[in-house]
């Protein structure tokens, strides 16, 4: 059976990096694409980054400093997402999830919640002093 378990969450001080660990278990993620969405209350659940089965990556923020990298390790079965220089605004539930072999085009961003279809519980991450 398909599972995701996402660890690593905590709180942070602005300026500050965490490292998010998305363990897969009843699948191989290297063959998938797997990608890391963030949500708060009230809003709609958003795309962070998303690497794809070539390990290619997509960022889908707007961030110009490249905060946020993804990366694997086929070895644990599992996919981190590395954030760095974390603001307030970054608080959110960090969740992964399994997609197709492909990453959505950026332009396709919005709708990447219904295309992935399994997910993991989700890791709450809070950025304050």
């Known amino acids: 059976q398909v599972q995701l378990v996402e660890s690593g969450g905590g709180l942070v001080q602005p300026g500050g990096s965490l490292r998010l660990s998305c363990a897969a278990s009843?699948?191989?993620?290297?063959?998938?694409?797997i990608g890391w969405f963030r949500q708060t209350p009230g809003k709609e659940r958003e795309a962070v980054i998303c690497?794809?089965?070539?390990?290619?990556?997509?960022d889908y923020t707007d961030s110009e400093e490249g905060r946020f990298t993804i990366s694997r390790d086929n070895v644990k079965n599992t996919v981190h997402l590395q954030m760095s220089g974390l603001k307030s605004e970054d608080t959110a539930v960090y969740y992964c999830?399994?997609?197709?072999?492909?990453?959505?085009?950026?332009?396709?961003?919005?709708?990447?919640?219904?295309?992935?279809?399994?997910w993991g519980q989700g890791t709450q991450v809070t950025v304050s002093s």
């Open positions: 690497i794809n089965n070539s390990d290619k990556t997509t």
């Open positions: 999830a399994r997609g197709a072999a492909a990453c959505p085009a950026r332009a396709l961003r919005a709708s990447m919640p219904a295309i992935f279809l399994d």
């Open positions: 009843g699948f191989p993620s290297k063959y998938y694409a």
